[in-house]
């Protein structure tokens, strides 16, 4: 395999591609970019939950003030202000206040054990969220990890009875997509789907491209971000970046997520989630056996230089807003050049 393989994909004229669709497909895909629905991702403003005292509501300010579709926010974002600190009330009273807003919310939970995510469907039927995102963190063979979250994910229906969430399964550097692909299958419940993150399959020595090819058909949501692809022990880490300065073909996988589904959008969510300096290691090395073991790891966080923590805080915040503005730029781009 080429050394920089995601390289080659960003050479390629995303232009071009679409040049070549037809006439039907290229309006298709103008009509698409310009109403994709983006939501404001709690991870943008990560530093700014756990250390700079940010609450749920402002997250909420944040996508109102620039016109996105909705939130996605993991369970624990905010401290102890967050959806898994709230009592059934508080809960409540922030589903309503989003719903004034017009907002949609996603909730997002780092496990598929029964415990965290029983409870989390709970605290999603509460706010009123119309998405549970989750992934495994089990410690063990790959193949082990893959049973597990088969056996996991086979009891949301006992968890949302009547069908009130949609459920998605992140690839989160550790499984391939062939992996994910077969947990969907055999899980066989038609309200799981995928949730497609733009660099997270570089881990599982994947590229951007290869990946969202092989998770295509259950692919229901998205996390956009930019990263520098750099080696580690014969694999691949990711160290998040700045969206448009790094090594993913952003515009290309904008365009393949727009153009699935036929008659409506397949993706319904593009949660834009900047994480700029957020490092992963390989997980997955083209020297593995056929079922190698993964570490237990703990949920996604970003290391912060303490010496200036009120600058960091701005940085991020100020990233988070860019980001709006460069993947609506993106999507006119797209836009103006399939009309």
Known sequence: MNEAPWLTDNVRNWREKIHAL???????????AMRAPLFAHAYAFHLNFRFGGMVPFELAEFADKRGLDGIKIHVNDGEGASL????????????????????????????????????????????????????????GHVSEIVERTINDLRQLRQFDPEGRLRFT?????????????????EVGNPDL???FDFGNMVNAYETPLEALALQAAHVTEVHVKDCLIQPDRG??????CVSGTGHLPMHSMLIE????????????????????????????LPSDGPDPFIAARSPSFTEIDTSDIGARL????????AQVTTIKAMLYDIAREAG
């Open 235 to 240: 694999g691949w880490a990711h160290l998040a």
């Open 84 to 139: 898994s600190a709230m009592s059934p009330q508080e809960l409540q009273i922030f589903g309503q206040q989003l719903a004034g807003l017009g907002l949609e919310i996603h909730v997002e939970t780092s496990t598929t054990e029964a415990g965290g995510l029983s409870d989390a469907v709970a605290r999603a039927h509460a706010v009123g969220a119309t998405s549970l995102r989750c992934y495994p963190r089990y410690e």
């Open 22 to 32: 037809p006439p039907k497909a290229r309006a298709l895909l103008a009509a698409r």
């Open 169 to 185: 399964l992140e690839q989160h550097e550790d499984l391939k997509s062939d992996e994910l692909v077969r947990i969907v299958n």
């Open 257 to 284: 997520l727009l153009l699935l589904g036929e008659d409506k959008p397949q993706v319904l969510a593009f949660g834009l989630e900047e994480e700029e300096g957020y490092f992963a290691p390989a997980l997955r």
């Open 193 to 195: 789907g995928l949730l």
């Open 314 to 321: 701005e940085q991020e915040a100020a990233a988070a807003s």
